[in-house]
Nanobody, 129 residues
């Protein structure tokens, strides 16, 4: 059973930083897509950042230059470094994974929630102005 557990959420002032972590267990496939999604109250869930097992990344336009996604394969952990946070970044943040996944060299992982099969429970991020 694949399990994803997020941590690192919290409350921060505008301009601050947070680092989210997602510990994955239950699978050992070498090929994958992993991603961060978020959902604010009254809004649809949106893809924020994704990474594949080749290290290719993709970001939503709203977070480019501020957020960085990374993965530590030895620790089976996904990270999201969030800098220059804004009040509009306030949301529940979810970790998602799809594995095994054919990773094509030169391609990029997707940000559609339909592309991911495994989900964590979420961690709340609140940014105050």
């Amino acid at each position: 059973l694949v399990q994803l557990a997020e941590s690192g959420g919290g409350s921060v002032q505008s301009g601050g930083s947070l680092r989210l972590s997602c510990a994955a267990s239950g699978y050992t496939y070498n090929s994958y897509w992993m991603a961060w999604f978020r959902q604010a109250p009254g809004k649809e869930r949106e893809g924020v950042a994704a990474i594949d097992s080749d290290g290719s990344t993709r970001y939503a336009d709203s977070v480019k230059g501020r957020f960085t996604v990374s993965a530590d394969n030895a620790k089976n952990t996904l990270y999201l470094q969030m800098n220059s946070l804004k009040p509009e970044d306030t949301a529940m943040y979810y970790c998602a994974a799809d594995s095994p996944r054919t990773v094509v060299p030169g391609s990029f992982p997707g940000l559609g929630d339909y592309e991911y099969n495994y989900w964590g429970q979420g961690t709340q991020v609140t940014v105050s102005s």
